[in-house]
T-cell receptor
C-alpha cells in the first residue's frame, strides 16, 4: 500500500487566497483525521471523519476552515481566505477503528505571505 | 489549555545511554496513551502504546511507564541509537472517544 497520500507537499500563497489541501487515506480505513502542527501547540486535531461523516470539528479554528470527505478515498481541507497565522504543517491521518494506530501522511507545509 | 504536556522541548543523549522522555496530562478521563516518532519531512509514526490498566509496556528497546496517580508517563529508550534522533510526541485519549490529544513534542538527539 502507498500509505496516506497528501498533496501538495508545499504550498506558498498570499494572504486572502483560497488554499485547498488534499488527502487520500489508506484503502479500507474508516477514519480520517486532519491535524495541524505548530511549534507552540504541537499537533492539534482539527476535524475527523468516520465513514465519510464528520464526527468532531471542534478543533477547526475558524469559519475560514472547512473540510469535506465526498467518498472513502478522498478528503479536502480548505482555508478561505488564508492568513499568515495559518502557516503550519497540515497532516492527514487514517485508521481502521478510531483508536487503532493512525497512519499519517507526509504533510503539507503551508506558508501564507 | 494543553491537556497533554511535554515540558522538555529537546533532549540530547549519548549513543548507548538511556533516553527518557516525559509527558504529563491533566485530564483524568484519559485511559489510553501512545507515543509517536517523527522524522523531518515525514509524518509521525506510531511507536508504542499503553492502556490505563497497565503501568508498563515494553517493545524491544522501548518501554513506556504510566503513573496514573501522578498523571505522568515516560518513554525509555535503551540503548539509544543515532537513528532514534527524531521528535517524539506523546498522545492520549479518553474512553468512548476516537480522538487523540497530542503534546508539543520533544526533539531527541542521540550523538555518537
Amino acid at each position: 500500500d502507498a500509505g496516506v497520500i497528501q498533496s501538495p507537499r508545499h504550498e506558498v500563497t498570499e494572504m486572502g487566497q483560497e488554499v485547498t489541501l488534499r488527502c487520500k487515506p489508506i484503502s479500507g480505513h474508516d477514519y480520517l483525521f486532519w491535524y495541524r502542527q505548530t511549534m507552540m501547540r504541537g499537533l492539534e486535531l482539527l476535524i475527523y471523519f468516520n465513514n465519510n461523516v464528520p464526527i468532531d470539528d471542534s478543533g477547526m479554528p475558524e469559519d475560514r476552515f472547512s473540510a469535506k470527505m465526498p467518498n472513502a478515498s478522498f478528503s479536502t481541507l480548505k482555508i478561505q481566505p488564508s492568513e499568515p497565522r495559518d502557516s503550519a504543517v497540515y497532516f492527514c491521518a487514517s485508521s481502521f477503528g478510531g483508536l487503532d494506530t493512525q497512519y499519517f501522511g507526509p504533510g503539507t507545509r503551508l506558508t501564507v505571505l | 489549555d494543553q491537556q497533554v504536556k511535554q515540558n522538555s522541548p529537546s533532549l540530547s543523549v549519548q549513543e548507548g545511554r538511556i533516553s527518557i522522555l516525559n509527558c504529563d496530562y491533566t485530564n483524568s478521563m484519559f485511559d489510553y496513551f501512545l507515543w509517536y516518532k517523527k522524522y523531518p519531512a515525514e509524518g509521525p509514526t506510531f511507536l508504542i502504546s499503553i492502556s490505563s490498566i497497565k503501568d508498563k509496556n515494553e517493545d524491544g528497546r522501548f518501554t513506556v511507564f504510566l503513573n496514573k496517580s501522578a498523571k505522568h508517563l515516560s518513554l525509555h529508550i535503551v540503548p539509544s541509537q543515532p537513528g532514534d534522533s527524531a521528535v517524539y510526541f506523546c498522545a492520549a485519549s479518553a474512553r468512548n472517544t476516537d480522538k487523540l490529544i497530542f503534546g508539543t513534542g520533544t526533539r531527541l538527539q542521540v550523538f555518537p
